[in-house]
């Protein structure tokens, strides 16, 4: 076993899946935690998720 097995991904992370947030449109990369609901995850924040909900533009 590798040293960067043991220790988790340290690889590039440009090749990680990326999509833009629904309410500003920045870019978001994936992350571990989303690994179980990525196709779920529509905003790169909280404030994000705050704004669609009141239906700013």
């Known amino acids: ?3 960067g097995e043991r220790e988790g991904f340290k690889g590039n992370k440009a ?3 990326s999509k833009p947030c629904q ?3 920045r870019p978001m990369s ?4 989303w690994a ?3 196709d779920e995850v529509k905003y790169c924040s ?4 705050a704004l669609a909900r009141r ?3």
Do not use: V
Not at 30 to 33: C, E, G
Not at 46 to 49: E, L, S, T
């Open 1 to 3: 076993m590798s040293r």
């Open 15 to 17: 090749h990680l899946p």
């Open 23 to 25: 309410q500003c449109g």
């Open 30 to 33: 994936w992350r571990k935690a």
């Open 36 to 38: 179980r609901c990525w």
């Open 46 to 49: 909280d404030r994000c998720r």
């Open 55 to 57: 239906g700013a533009p």
